[in-house]
T-cell receptor, first 116, second 109 residues
Framework: ETGVTQSPTHLIKTRGQQVTLRCSSQSGHNTVSWYQQALGQGPQFIFQ???????GRGNFPPRFSGLQFPNYSSELNVNALELDDSALYLC???????????????FGPGTRLTVL | DAKTTQPTSMDCAEGRAANLPCNHS???????VYWYRQIHSQGPQYIIH???NNETNEMASLIITEDRKSSTLILPHATLRDTAVYYC??????????FGSGTRLLVRP
């Protein structure tokens, strides 16, 4: 069974640029959630995708957007990068129906984004 | 906001049990308690979850008080590799996990 994978591992961008991060869900999982973790803090929920549609969203501006593909993999896109976007971006996949409190989320290793 | 309160840091000796407490006094009847841990710069790792009954798996045990207002994660024989930040999360019926600051556990040789 393959776990959650993310690419790239590390990324350096400059202010104003755009970035795309990728996530492959664990085998058998149909739901993907994205989190942002700033240095020294706990992860913060960005949004979740289920059946290729955004299922819920945290307190993040519209320049954070995403996609989910038929194979359940997902992308996180961030436009007009700001210095504060520097963080570890985590993807988590789960297998139950979206919104179920018992669908355990399994995390990938994350992508470390640095904005200069 | 996170619905849990955890000590900022703890330590224990290698080979001894590590008992990590968590307070969740406002927990509702249908909310689960989840535990994750995060080793430096890695993604959070799922440990265990429960609703009312105590739970045990190959990694840990979860003890939930009868009133469900607090719980304890027990690592029965801590090793150096268990040094990590441990997050206690109360999960409602929504889609998201709300992480607090967690407990930084240091396992001493």
């Amino acid at each position: 069974e393959t776990g959650v994978t993310q690419s790239p591992t590390h990324l350096i961008k400059t202010r104003g640029q755009q970035v795309t991060l990728r996530c492959s869900s664990q085998s058998g999982h149909n739901t993907v959630s994205w989190y942002q973790q700033a240095l020294g803090q706990g992860p913060q929920f960005i949004f979740q995708y289920y059946r290729e549609e955004e299922n819920g969203r945290g307190n993040f501006p519209p320049r954070f957007s995403g996609l989910q593909f038929p194979n359940y993999s997902s992308e996180l896109n961030v436009n007009a990068l700001e210095l504060d976007d520097s963080a570890l971006y985590l993807c988590a996949s789960s297998s139950a129906l979206a919104g179920a409190s018992t669908d355990t989320q399994y995390f990938g290793p994350g992508t470390r984004l640095t904005v200069l | 906001d996170a619905k849990t309160t955890q000590p900022t840091s703890m330590d224990c000796a290698e080979g001894r049990a590590a008992n990590l407490p968590c307070n969740h006094s406002t927990i509702s009847g249908n909310e689960y308690v989840y535990w994750y841990r995060q080793i430096h710069s890695q993604g959070p790792q799922y440990i265990i979850h429960g609703l009312k009954n105590n739970e045990t798996n190959e990694m840990a045990s979860l003890i939930i008080t009868e009133d469900r207002k607090s719980s304890t994660l027990i690592l029965p024989h801590a090793t150096l590799r268990d040094t990590a930040v441990y997050y206690c999360i109360v999960r409602d019926s929504s889609y998201k996990l709300i992480f607090g600051s967690g407990t930084r556990l240091l396992v001493r040789p």
